[in-house]
């Protein structure tokens, strides 16, 4: 496989950020030539042949969540992504920044890959019967259903999940056997065809793992190479099994009204399906 420039040299997390800040709307009408990268685009009269990527954004989803995998989808070969709304306005993250979609739920073509983020606006969308139904009906379709960190909750809501291994941020494990899913504490679980991330920065590593299984670990190796992802954090307590009660205990009490209210929502559900 030949690896672009592009693909080799990726411009770092900046680029996402752009995004992030509302700027896809600048790249929207961008037309790919073979030798770029494939714009983000809510254009669909040019997808026919191209790999087709899904990514749900919403109200309340946290930054990363998304940035991750998106510094990588758009770089893969013949791929093009889609950044779908529940309708096609501006979103906020949960650190109010705010987000443009590039197309409507509605909208959206024939998709090959569903992903969504987590965050604490996952919360609202357990109950939310159109992004349910979405992904409920797009997913026979689909060669793929992911997701990275409370995304996979969303995931199981929507019956995706029942008898699946996954991944999900260490808050939300105990929700996932709730929608018959079974918890894995791994950064990346792959089984079968769904592919989960755990928390947040998991995005990372789940959008090169999936890369990877694209289109081979040379290319996924080169894009890593160029992000220049190397983890040498300055703190040693970036998951529960290394950190101190004391700090898991403040995670907690500060998460506390959202981890209740996401376990009262699971249990509804639950009980509505027997």
């Known amino acids: 496989?030949?690896?672009?420039?592009?693909?080799?040299?990726?411009?770092?997390?900046?680029?996402?950020?752009?995004?992030?800040?509302?700027?896809?709307?600048?790249?929207?009408?961008?037309?790919?030539?073979?030798?770029?990268?494939?714009?983000?685009?809510?254009?669909?009269?040019?997808?026919?042949?191209k790999f087709q990527i899904g990514m749900?954004?919403?109200e309340g989803m946290t930054n990363l969540d998304l940035a991750?995998?998106?510094?990588i989808f758009p770089r893969l070969p013949d791929t093009q992504v889609h950044l779908i709304g529940r309708e096609n306005k501006v979103i906020h993250t949960d650190t109010g920044m705010p987000f443009l979609?590039?197309?409507?739920?509605?909208?959206?073509?024939?998709?090959?890959?569903?992903?969504?983020g987590g965050g604490d606006g996952t919360n609202t969308l357990l109950e939310?019967?159109?992004?349910?139904?979405?992904?409920?009906?797009?997913?026979?379709?689909?060669?793929?259903i992911t997701s990275v960190c409370t995304g996979a909750?969303?995931?199981?809501?929507?019956?995706?999940?029942?008898?699946?291994?996954?991944?999900?941020h260490w808050t939300a494990m105990d929700i996932l056997p709730y929608f018959g899913a079974e918890p894995v504490h791994q950064r990346v679980v792959v089984d079968r065809n769904r592919i989960t991330g755990g928390g947040v920065t998991a995005g990372i590593d789940f959008g090169l793992t999936l890369a990877a299984i694209l289109h081979g670990p040379i290319l996924a190796q080169s894009m890593q190479l160029g992000m220049e992802y190397d983890p040498q954090p300055p703190f040693n307590t970036g998951?529960?099994?290394?950190?101190?009660q004391e700090l898991i205990n403040m995670a907690l009490d500060y998460q506390a009204d959202?981890?209740?209210?996401?376990?009262?929502?699971?249990?509804r559900i639950a009980q509505r399906r027997g």
Do not use: H
Request: include cysteine; proline fraction near 6%.
């Open 1 to 49: 496989m030949k690896i672009t420039r592009r693909q080799l040299l990726g411009t770092g997390l900046a680029s996402s950020t752009l995004i992030l800040q509302g700027c896809a709307a600048q790249i929207t009408n961008a037309a790919p030539t073979r030798s770029e990268s494939p714009a983000i685009s809510n254009a669909t009269s040019t997808t026919a042949k």
């Open 56 to 58: 749900v954004v919403f």
């Open 68 to 71: 991750g995998p998106l510094e």
């Open 101 to 116: 979609p590039t197309i409507s739920m509605d909208d959206a073509p024939k998709l090959d890959l569903l992903f969504i």
């Open 128 to 144: 939310d019967e159109k992004t349910l139904l979405f992904f409920a009906n797009r997913a026979p379709d689909a060669k793929w």
């Open 153 to 168: 909750i969303v995931l199981g809501a929507a019956g995706l999940l029942n008898g699946y291994k996954a991944a999900t």
């Open 239 to 244: 998951s529960p099994k290394k950190a101190s």
């Open 258 to 267: 959202a981890i209740q209210m996401r376990l009262a929502i699971a249990k």
